[in-house]
């Protein structure tokens, strides 16, 4: 149980288009989505929270108008990076918490965004 | 000084061997504690989760929790190739409910 169907898997996009990542909670409901950046090497840094059916909060340094999160339903969340640039390249990574025995925290499979 | 610390590694230990991971926090307020192994390309998967003062074993994995040093660790033991990966500390602050995680450590398991 407590699954996170992410997609897509990779994307590779010109610079300058939006690229939109899909974040879907299969068997529960997610209140709460984190969305995590992760360049090679590094460690997964949290770039927004978003809370089913109000405004996501974002980390310092994450342009809100450039990465988009919208959270309409309690089973899907989006990430749209938009106006992409090469720098944007990077593992996207969803997180939703899950209440229950041990779990705590349910990852998607992240997505591979290239721009070229 | 970085909410989690992780000695990056990488470490390296033969195939058999237990291999011991730390992880130091510094919010004293902090409840969750989790270990999570990520292969490379991959998303993080949950190997342990602690949430009170002392020894969780699970297989061949011990996590360990010290809240009052406010250091975590994981004891891998026999060992195996396949345990090759980078392993994550992850704290819950408690605050906004969100995880931080550490820098992670890098596994090498040689047969």
Redesign the interface.
Known sequence: GAVVSQHPSWVICKSGTSVKIECRSLDFQATTMFWYRQFPKQSLMLMATSNEGSKATYEQGVEKDKFLINHASLTLSTLTVTSAHPEDSSFYICSARVYGNGYGYTFGSGTRLTVV | QKEVEQNSGPLSVPEGAIASLNCTYSDRGSQ?F?WYRQYS??????IM?IYSNGDKEDGRFTAQLNKASQYVSLLIRDSQPSDSATY?C?V?TNA?????????TRLMVKP
């Open positions: 969750s989790f390309g991959k998303s993080p998967e949950l989760s994550l992850a819950n906004g409910n969100m995880l931080t995680f550490g820098g992670g």
